[in-house]
């Protein structure tokens, strides 16, 4: 064979050889993308977390905030341990990369908080494009700090512990398409046992509607192992809520449902009923359907100027179950009155609601209850 035949074919064998190179190399990255795009962050969560909050888009909830009438009462909810510091770097990072660098990081970020629940026992878990190590390398880079990283193995999976300039350390679990990372490494700990072992939220039986509810985009839901309210889940420890959280200027609100074995269903309904009815100043709290119904229908043909508590009032429905109107700020004057009624995060936080209006509406379904909860802004 001629030299200049082996040239052409060496040539030609080079650019089908660099062709397949960069096809394998794409599928490589359009799959580990993909790979990142669908894993299921629920997948890595401890069953016996008793709250989550889950976005698909952070940078919404950094930039909409901000922008409310009330931003000023909520902003504290980020501002304590980890996610102090995690907000802070998302938010530094997207002023100087902008909130397109930042989505292509990361296209989904879950915050599961453990008993006793404190500020440092949270753990912050990112679905990530490609390897969750790049993640954690710019998080500890970019945020100043470049101690060496101390590696440690548990059941087979490496724990990178790193130490940070306050002196606190972050434990951090990473692969392909996810990056965890807490101050505690035992609860990395057992985000590895929930993988290994299949005992993660998304393994959870009665957590299966909840994990599978089709959203929107730019979606903020939050999940606790709560009742719709207190006095319906005293005695029962398996209840979950979902709650899909909505913003705007003057008003957020959160709407989902209950999700409750089947034997206890019927018991928590005969409670929500013998709620018994309260109208006073700035208090409103009435169960039952035809009650309801009946309520509705006085106060819609009152002939009095209506002030924001009225409203809120008239913006209920007729076909509820159970609706209760409250003043915050009443609450605050006598918390323990409201304990049986009120989720027990807003009562042990009473000051930063305390400018709000709360409605509350649950509703009996086939299979369970649905809930709403609006805040509407008084100032």
């Not at 807490?182 to 039986?205: C, F, G, N, W, Y």
């Not at 994990?211 to 979950?240: C, F, I, Q, V």
């Not at 035809?290 to 043909?301: E, F, H, I, K, P």
């Not at 076909?319 to 009443?330: F, G, H, L, P, T």
């Amino acid at each position: 064979m001629k030299l200049r035949t082996v040239a052409k074919l060496g040539v030609i064998v080079s650019v089908i050889l660099f062709c397949v190179g960069v096809g394998w190399y794409s599928f490589l990255q359009v799959s580990v993308a993909r790979e990142g795009k669908d894993l299921d962050l629920r997948s890595l969560v401890p069953a016996d977390c008793v709250g989550l909050v889950d976005t698909d888009n952070f940078d919404y909830l950094l930039n909409e905030l901000p922008q409310t009438a009330y931003a000023d009462k909520l902003t504290g909810l980020f501002h304590e341990g980890l996610l102090s510091a995690v907000f802070n770097y998302l938010d530094n990072y997207s002023r100087v990369h902008g909130t397109h660098g930042l989505s292509n990081q990361t296209t989904g970020m879950m915050v599961s908080f453990h008993a006793p629940v404190s500020p440092a026992n949270v753990v912050v878990y990112f679905r990530v494009n490609g390897s969750g190590k790049l993640l954690l390398d710019k998080l500890t880079t970019e945020a100043g700090n470049r101690y060496e990283m101390r590696k440690e193995s548990y059941r087979g999976k490496d724990i990178l512990v790193c130490p940070m300039r306050d002196g606190t350390f972050v434990s951090a679990y990473s692969g392909s398409g996810f990056l965890v990372i807490s101050h505690q490494k035992r609860l990395i700990e057992r985000v590895v046992d929930a993988q290994k072992d299949h005992t993660s939220m998304a393994d959870h039986p009665l957590l299966e509607g909840m994990n599978h509810r089709a959203k929107m985009a730019n979606y903020l839901s939050l999940n606790a192992h709560t009742s719709s309210l207190p006095l319906m889940g005293e005695g029962h420890s398996h209840n979950w809520c979902d709650f899909d959280v909505h913003l705007s200027s003057e008003v957020f609100y959160m709407s989902g449902a209950m999700h409750v074995p089947d034997t206890c269903v019927q018991r928590m309904r005969q409670r929500l009923e013998a709620i018994g009815p309260v109208s006073e100043d700035r208090l409103l709290m009435v169960a039952g359907e035809q009650r309801v119904d009946s309520c509705m229908t006085a106060l819609a043909g009152d002939d009095k100027p209506h002030t924001l508590f009225d409203e809120c009032v008239a913006n209920l429905s007729h076909d509820a179950s159970y609706i209760m109107v409250v003043d915050m700020e009443k609450v605050a004057e006598t918390p323990r009155r409201f304990v049986p009624y009120l989720p027990a995060y807003l009562i042990d936080h009473i000051g930063r609601f305390r400018s709000f209006i709360l409605s509350v509406q649950i509703t009996k379904t086939r299979s369970g209850f649905s809930h709403i909860f609006v805040f509407t802004y008084k100032e």
